[in-house]
């Protein structure tokens, strides 16, 4: 063990504890209660060679090293405040982010407003990172005076399920680069992350027999779904699968296919947990998710089976992000 650990593990817990304390809001408005400020490493070095100046200044008696010396030294003091000046009052409001798959960043569309008559220059936004504050990678912006610009920070999620977001932080060094000042914040907002789909998923399981209609299913011999079946002279124009058909077309190939009514009305497509073949409930959700949206592509009515919750068979954006949702949430 690294002989820092025990101070590293010191140092999370504080900043957890800090972070705790924060209310949670998708708006903060930076004031000079929410603004923190200290010495960067150039501040502090020139915090050292003031330090220097002014003790050869009064040992020499240099007139000119005590103007050098307070020269620098009244520099330095209004780089600090036109530096907590640059982040003090604006606005920072977080949009609700768009649900992702596990693995996948999760885009954070911040907007900052700034009321006041002056540009800020050199803001930077970040997710705070669990670990250290190292892993806090900054997207960095200028915000014109009495206007507002728009920000996109990335954030990544490896589970699925419905997440709060980690802090974020804004930063700024302008002018100087002497000074840090920041801020943290909380937003209220929740990102959910679908499950993984799976790489490379086997062909979709046949269909179901509806209530009524006797026999079993068919499968193609390509093992898909039997809602469709090779376009033939005569077919009308709305039954022809147009997304497929554009995936035949751009691989080269000119096989257009149709849907089949009367397959369609004897059987229905069931994703079903416990019939997909996966070894564990991850394996099976991620392979769920792959077909969902394989059954999305093909433009295919499909149902979703999985523990407590059955979802009747339908297509279209509104049923995919049902389906997507309810296999993150189980």
């Known amino acids: ?11 999370q817990r504080l900043r957890q504890w800090f972070h705790a304390r ?31 100046l002014l003790v050869g200044s009064i040992n020499y008696q240099l007139n000119l090293g005590y103007l050098l010396t307070f020269l620098l030294a009244g520099s330095a003091l209004t780089g600090m405040h036109s530096c907590h000046a640059n982040l003090r009052g604006l606005t920072l409001h977080l949009s609700p982010p768009a649900p992702v798959h596990a693995g996948h960043a999760a885009a954070l569309d911040i907007r900052l407003a700034n009321e006041q008559g002056k540009a800020r220059h ?9 670990a250290s504050a190292g892993d806090t990678h900054l997207a960095w912006t200028d915000v014109p005076a009495q206007g507002s610009t728009r920000l996109q920070v990335a ?102 296919v149709s849907r089949d009514a009367l397959s369609t009305q004897r059987q229905q497509l069931w994703l079903d947990h416990t019939r997909c073949g996966a070894p ?23 149902g979703l089976r999985i523990p407590g919750r059955e979802l009747a068979p339908d297509q279209g954006p509104t049923h995919r992000a049902r389906c997507l949702e309810a296999l993150a949430l189980v």
């Open 1 to 11: 063990m690294s002989p820092l650990a025990p101070l590293h593990a010191l140092r």
């Open 122 to 130: 050199g803001i930077g936004i970040g997710v705070i990172g669990e």
């Open 155 to 256: 954030a990544v999620f490896a589970r699925r399920g419905l997440h709060a977001l980690a802090p974020l932080t804004a930063v700024t060094l302008f002018p100087m680069g002497t000074f840090r000042v920041w801020t943290v914040w909380r937003p209220a907002a929740q990102v959910l992350v679908y499950p993984a789909p799976e790489p490379h998923p086997p062909p979709l399981p046949p269909g179901e027999p509806q209530p009524g209609f006797a026999g079993s299913a068919s499968v193609q011999t390509t093992g898909e779904f039997d809602g469709v079946r090779a376009y033939r002279r005569g077919d009308p124009q709305k039954s022809i699968v147009w997304k497929k058909a554009a995936q035949t077309f751009a691989a080269g190939r000119d096989d257009l």
């Open 280 to 302: 564990d409930l991850e394996s099976r959700l991620s392979r769920l998710t792959a077909w969902v949206l394989m059954a999305e592509r093909l433009g295919l009515d499909y």
């Open 22 to 52: 924060l209310p949670r809001s998708d708006t903060l408005l930076l004031t000079q209660r929410n603004v923190y400020i200290l010495p960067t490493r150039a501040g502090w070095m020139l915090a050292l060679t003031l330090l220097l």
